[in-house]
């Protein structure tokens, strides 16, 4: 069964005329790498409250439609349950730390469900290491960098071992070496802890190349759902003005030209590489 | 602001800094009480001079003279109205023993000043937090408090962004009369309360994300243990405590001036 499946999921936000999102119908699969982007207020950031509870239980306002996250129906269980599940991290990193320390705050999600402390401990060094930070644990947070704040907001969500992590534009307020190392990491956890991610992104260029799947929205609606090299080498894609990345416009520029590359590159690395071999013909 | 610069923790790791709150919180108490008990400057003196090695132990002297510094201004309030209306009623034959008298109360405030500084400069808010859990504070209130505490310098540097940006704008804020000049911060403050609602929304968002209010018997990384400090700190107290009381209703205080007769004689 998928780890998460939505059918005709329909959302309206309390005192909106308008819905939000509108009849999404999607599958993720446990141990996938989805990449979710689209025009700005397209819904990414209504659809990604959708999987951990908060909307309808934070949010209240208008659900129809099927949402279920893990086995479980997120109407019927409440955000706490689904938080042991589901890690939401967000895209300001000042607004969701709230401790006077890093390992305080990594151990936030864990004191709440009541784990003894021992067990707090391991689970809060072990977070701290996978992210890097564990160098940083006793400084008060409002002191560090945007980008280690935010490994802050990843450890912390960490911590609570989930098998789904949600990532809604984590990256926005850094630079681009920062989150270039904010992206890796996420690739890491995917890719060695096996945890699911869905990442919220604009930028392609540094994203495409992680992920097995890539969603684009827009209005409320999924209009593209499948394998990256499709998706960004489509038409449909290029015409709603999602930032495709560079390669791929080279790509198809030197397709025009009649230079035939095998498949749709990602990375600059993957080009370079192709066009290597090519030329070497 | 000086004064309050004083009071901001910073994490020092020294033996007085690993104490227990409750159990500085419970000598801050004590100190306090002990000041308010005289009137004389010689005890006051005494209770000064016995805080300054907690305050080199603790590794914060230079934190610890900033607040001082800071509280300065106050102290020479304090000393100026007690002279001059002890002045005024009294008359002129006094004078050395209201200007001791002035000083005296002037200690006074310094002391609590000295010992409040003392339990803030070495009490992280965390473990502040966590000992108010522990005198079974409702969590809630634990945890709005250490939050509230955890915002302080990210709300004044918003503020200060706000204020530097409407400037930019053209606005003065000095200019006109008084009513002018409150009217002039308007501007400032509802920038300032929109973005604080947006952003405690926000943190509940996040709160809610991480299990807030799962369970009723939520569990602490930290731990509050009273250790072998502990108890010496608590011994030390109620010590100073009995000699306190006793001394005062058994042991006849004198004055600066008496003991240095050379003073008083002019
Ligand atoms: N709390 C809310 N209350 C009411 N309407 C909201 C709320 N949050 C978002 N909306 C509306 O829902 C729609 C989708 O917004 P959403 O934030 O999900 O978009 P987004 O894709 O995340 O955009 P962005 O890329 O700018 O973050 C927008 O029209 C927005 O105005
Ligand atoms: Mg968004």
């Known amino acids: 069964m998928a780890i998460i499946e939505t059918e005709k999921l329909t959302y309206t936000y309390p005192g909106a005329e308008k819905t939000s999102i509108e009849n999404i119908s999607i599958k993720i699969e446990e141990g996938e790498f989805v990449l979710l982007t689209g025009p700005s207020g397209c819904g990414k950031t209504t659809l990604c409250r959708c999987f951990n509870g908060l909307i309808p239980h934070f949010y209240e306002g208008k659900l129809e439609g099927k949402i279920q996250v893990v086995g479980l129906d997120v109407v019927k269980h409440p955000i706490h349950e689904l938080a042991k599940h589901v890690g939401l991290v967000f895209q300001n990193p000042e607004n969701q730390l709230f401790a006077l320390s890093v390992e305080k705050d990594v151990a936030f999600g864990l004191e709440n469900l009541g784990i003894p402390r021992k067990e707090i401990r391991q689970r809060v060094d072990w977070a701290l290491k996978t992210t890097d930070i564990y160098h940083l644990r006793e400084r008060p947070p409002y002191e560090l960098s945007g980008g280690q704040q935010q490994r802050v907001a990843i450890a912390s969500v960490l911590a609570m071992q989930p098998e789904v992590m949600v990532l809604d534009e984590p990256t926005s307020f850094l630079d681009p070496l920062g989150a270039k190392r904010i992206f890796e990491d996420i690739h890491k956890l995917n890719k060695e802890l096996g945890i699911t991610i869905i990442l919220v992104e604009h930028r392609l260029d540094l994203t495409a190349k992680y992920a097995n799947r890539i969603i684009i929205m827009d209005n409320g609606k999924v209009i593209l759902n499948g394998k990256p090299r499709e998706i960004l080498d489509s038409e449909k894609a290029r015409l709603i003005g999602i930032g495709i990345p560079k390669v791929t416009r080279l790509y198809q520029f030197l397709n025009g030209k009649g230079m035939r590359l095998n498949y749709v590159p990602l990375s600059s690395e993957e080009m370079a590489k192709k066009l290597k071999e090519v030329f070497k013909q | ?266």
């Open chain 2, 1 to 266: 602001m000086s004064m309050f610069e004083g009071l901001k923790f910073r994490k020092v790791s020294s033996p007085i800094h690993d104490l227990d709150p409750r159990v500085k919180f419970f000598y801050v108490i004590a100190m306090f009480a002990v000041a308010v008990m005289y009137m004389e400057l010689l005890p006051l003196i005494v209770l000064f001079l016995i805080q300054v090695p907690l305050v080199t132990m603790a590794k914060v002297t230079k934190q610890w003279i900033k607040s001082m510094r800071g509280a300065a201004f106050f102290a020479s309030i304090i000393f100026f109205t007690n002279f001059i209306f002890s002045y005024l009623y009294q008359g002129q034959q006094a004078l050395p023993s209201i200007l001791e008298y002035s000083m005296a109360m002037t200690l006074r405030f310094i002391v609590l000043v000295e010992s409040f500084s003392i339990f803030f400069l070495t009490t992280s808010p965390d473990h502040l937090g966590l000992a108010l859990e522990k005198s079974h504070v409702p969590y809630e209130f634990c945890f709005a408090f250490t939050t509230a505490v955890r915002f302080v310098p990210v709300l004044a540097e918003e503020a200060q962004t706000i204020m530097d940006a409407q400037k930019a704008r053209g606005l003065e804020l000095e200019k006109g009369n008084i009513l002018k000049r409150v009217r002039n911060y308007i501007p400032i403050l509802i920038p300032l309360i929109v973005n604080a609602i947006r952003r405690s929304l926000e943190l509940a968002e996040a709160m809610e994300s991480r299990a807030w209010g799962a369970t009723k018997n939520r569990t602490n990384l930290y731990e509050l243990k009273l250790r072998r400090g502990d108890y010496i700190l608590a011994l030390l107290t109620v010590v100073m405590l009995v000699l306190a009381v006793y001394a005062r209703w058994h042991i006849p205080i004198p004055r600066i001036m008496e003991i240095f007769p050379w003073k008083a004689s002019r």
